[in-house]
């Protein structure tokens, strides 16, 4: 009966270490990526090396890496079912990444949204680094032979480039990468900035009141909540859109309930009710991920034995398509 046993398709997913979660993180990633654990061989990933691409203070990037580590297992991902590593941990991404540019077109990269948006915002640091993020994106994800790529909608045209990389790899070479497939799960909503609603939730905001912290207390969450930015409207309706839809998506997201059914639970009662409702129930989905968060972040070592073991699975994996790559484009390898 072997033969039934089919082998488990592959998931790869990162987060940068680059700022504090935020809720948008927790319901549109990290809670889709513990759903994923049991039916999927998943990578999950602190990719610390996109983060040096805009500027990092040394000490606190070296501090999130763990932070980042600490939430993604609070979050109920579980170090025994996936392989939790960092980026740096396994030279590979890089040494895959430096071939991969190599297989990749000016003119894509000058396309890329994300690098026009970055490169806008950081006039003063438009590195090469930003301008080749895509390239090492693919590199991660086309090492581990990944099938699937969970990400929010903002990250498609990433996966989008990375297919092209490995088509075009793969059609110089010979078949080497399987063509990852962007996977937009049942979770994977987008949730918005509290304060401007037509922007993402982004921890990189700077009105701290328009994103929830996954490690935000409850007075603060209460609070942030009272202050989301909804509309003339009075009633509680999806239709609406942008504040109040917002909050919706997050009170269904929390709950587990349709929008349907919120719409009717909030019928007669007013924007305020409302929005107390919504901070109630997002406090209390993040609490528990806060108090196993405080006892992880403690266990330094605990946390380092899993990155340890983390990255030579992750290893055994990357350096098997590396070498193959390295043999496809002819580089001349030593016997043993
Ligand atoms: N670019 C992604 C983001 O900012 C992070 C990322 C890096 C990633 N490498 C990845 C996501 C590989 C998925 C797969 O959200």
Redesign the pocket.
């Known amino acids: 009966m072997a033969g039934e046993t089919e082998k488990k398709k592959i998931i ?5 270490p680059s700022g504090n979660l935020t809720l948008g993180n927790y319901l549109g990633a990290l809670k889709n990526w513990s759903i994923l654990q049991d039916e999927y061989n998943c990578f999950y ?1 602190v ?1 610390d090396m ?1 983060a040096i691409t805009v500027k990092q203070e040394p000490a606190s990037l070296r501090r999130r890496t763990l932070e980042t580590l600490a939430v993604y297992i609070a979050s109920g991902i579980d170090p025994e079912k996936v392989t939790l590593f960092v980026q740096s941990h396994v030279s590979a991404h890089a040494e895959l990444a430096w071939v991969l540019n190599c297989s990749t077109m000016f003119g894509e990269l000058s396309r890329m949204t994300q690098f026009k948006d970055k490169s806008a915002k950081n006039e003063s640091n438009i590195n090469a680094g930003l301008f080749t ?1 895509p390239v ?2 693919a590199a ?2 086309l090492l581990y032979q990944t099938d699937l ?1 969970p ?2 909608a ?2 498609k045209q ?1 996966i989008e480039i990375a297919r092209d990389i490995a088509e075009r790899f793969n059609n110089t070479y010979s078949p080497t990468f399987v063509i990852p497939e962007p996977y937009i799960g049942k979770t994977g909503m987008r949730i918005m900035s509290l304060t401007e609603p037509d922007k993402k939730m982004s921890k990189s905001d700077e009105n701290a009141n328009s994103y929830i912290l996954i490690l935000d207390d409850k007075d603060t969450i209460i609070k942030k909540f009272k202050r989301a930015v909804t509309d003339s409207n009075t009633v509680v309706r999806y239709e609406n859109g942008g504040g109040i839809a917002n909050l919706l998506n997050i009170y269904c997201s929390c709950t587990g309930k349709t929008i349907e059914e919120a719409e009717k639970e909030f019928e007669g009662k007013g924007y305020g009710d409302f929005k107390l409702a919504v901070g109630e129930v997002c406090a209390d989905s993040l609490e528990p991920v806060r108090q196993k968060f405080d006892e992880l972040i403690k266990d330094t070592a605990y946390l380092e034995s899993i990155l340890k073991s983390g990255a030579e699975k992750a290893s055994r994996q990357a350096y098997k398509t590396l070498d193959k790559v390295y043999r496809k484009v002819g580089f001349y390898k030593l016997p043993r």
């Open positions: 790869f997913s990162g987060v940068q990933c990719v996109h993020y090492l994106m991660d994800i790529v990400v929010g903002d990250q990433h």
